[in-house]
């Protein structure tokens, strides 16, 4: 069974900083490209970060780019997003997504392309 489950999500201060992690389980991490993703009330859901299976080859959408990193751990199965310099337009859920891939360098930053997601985690940051 798969299962993705996200944390680290809360409320914090404009400028301030959250580590988001998202665990996985039933399909073999190391050949599993990930995403994150977020919706805001009102709004379509937009890709935030991606990161290739080996890790080596990441994306960070222009909104975020500089203030937010992917990375991955393959030993724990885990993809974490590192959110620094937070503002209120922020504000989302935030959900985790893997794709089952072939290719090792490959990212996805295609929410359709996605085979699963987590439940979601919220981020409220207030100005």
């Known amino acids: 069974q798969v299962q993705l489950v996200e944390s680290g999500g809360g409320l914090v201060q404009a400028g301030g900083s959250l580590r988001l992690s998202c665990a996985t389980s039933g399909r073999t991490f190391g050949t599993l490209a990930m995403g994150w993703f977020r919706q805001a009330p009102g709004k379509e859901r937009e890709v935030v970060a991606a990161?290739?299976?080996?890790?080596?080859?990441?994306y960070a959408a222009d909104s975020v780019k500089g203030r937010f990193t992917i990375s991955r751990d393959n030993a724990k199965n885990a993809v974490y997003l590192q959110m620094n310099s937070l503002k209120p337009e922020d504000t989302a859920v935030y959900y985790c997504?893997?794709?089952?891939?072939?290719?090792?360098?490959?990212?996805?930053?295609?929410?359709?392309?996605?085979?699963?997601w987590g439940q979601g985690t919220q981020v409220t940051v207030s100005s």
């Open positions: 990161i290739s299976r080996s890790g080596g080859n990441t």
């Open positions: 997504a893997e794709v089952n891939t072939y290719f090792t360098t490959n990212y996805y930053r295609d929410a359709r392309d996605y085979d699963y």
